[in-house]
């Protein structure tokens, strides 16, 4: 019986799709439906992909909801210079077969919150948070009702990198994202801090490639278009896998280390636009309101994925 009943929100993304895949793995989670929100490409784009991405894992019928076009008060800004002009350039997906539900997805988020036992559902964010900004604020008594929210976003030493001050996600929707901070619902936050310490090297990138099955050598093709702009960026190894982080820290926070954190978010300068204000060094009277994760376990954390998704159809 799943340990684990989880929605994730999501604008896939190469690294989304893996995150979504290790989430559909592993049987400790139950996914309750996959919200698809415009982020790294525009909205028809990151629901079509979130639904190839589920049919590739051999999941049909998971439910996928389409939520919000833009953010809450700024235009929109895309990131097909890293993800490429599809979202999740790479492998060539056939279209998918598995139909869009037709209940928006910030009302399906609700709704599962305010009929289903309080404190039993968590949120998975793997990119701009504007669908929980949206629901938080339509219906405010959800905040007590979400387990956690565990979002990938921000950074303090690491910087940013879409601005020098911003990591992506948040620059994309800072307001959605100060909504969600100070809504009062735990919140565990993965940064850049760890995220840039999970880097897919070429020897994972092998072992996805000889996978007897379809996700791992598609992964593999993602993987090759994917890392490319981060070695040219960092000169790095290969490129850092964000968003299965929120995943595997579900499954395994020890792999992890952090500790409580105020996080206030920037959404007045437009030079610091979306930065995470984190507090690591507690300077501040500003009261915690979310788990930082600063550390990973990088040899657990990938012998985990590809574990797993070596299990899928």
Known sequence: MAQHHIIIDTDPGQDDALAIFLALASPEIEVLGICAVAGNVPLPLTEVNTRKICELAGKPDVKVYAGAERPL??????????????????PVLPDPKMQLQKQYAVDFIIDTLMNRPAGTVTLCVLGPMTNIALALIKEPRIASR???????????????????????????????????????TP????????????LSKKTHIERFRTMKNK????????LDFFER??????????????????IAWLLHPEFFTGK???????????????????????????????????GINADSFFNLLI????KLA
């Not at 565990?188 to 999970?198: E, R, Y």
């Not at 996700?215 to 993602?222: K, L, N, Y």
């Open 229 to 246: 702009f981060d070695v040219d960026k960092y000169g790095s190894e290969g490129a850092p896998l964000h968003d299965p982080c929120v």
């Open 73 to 90: 008060l700024r235009p929109l800004v895309t990131a097909e210079h890293v993800h490429g002009k599809t979202g999740l350039d790479g």
């Open 307 to 310: 574990e797993r998704l070596a």
């Open 146 to 184: 979400i387990k956690r929210i565990i979002a990938m976003g921000g950074g303090f030493s690491e910087g940013g990198n879409i601005t020098p001050a911003a990591e992506f996600n948040i620059y994309v929707d800072p307001h959605a994202a100060r909504v969600v901070f100070e809504s009062g």
């Open 260 to 294: 409580d954190c105020n996080v206030a978010i920037e959404c007045e300068s437009e030079l610091t636009m979306g930065m995470t204000v984190v507090d690591w060094w507690r300077v501040t009277k500003r009261p915690h309101n979310a788990h930082v994760v600063r």
């Open 187 to 198: 919140i565990t936050l993965v940064p850049l801090d760890c995220t840039h310490q999970a």
């Open 215 to 222: 996700t791992g050598p598609a992964v593999a093709e993602m």
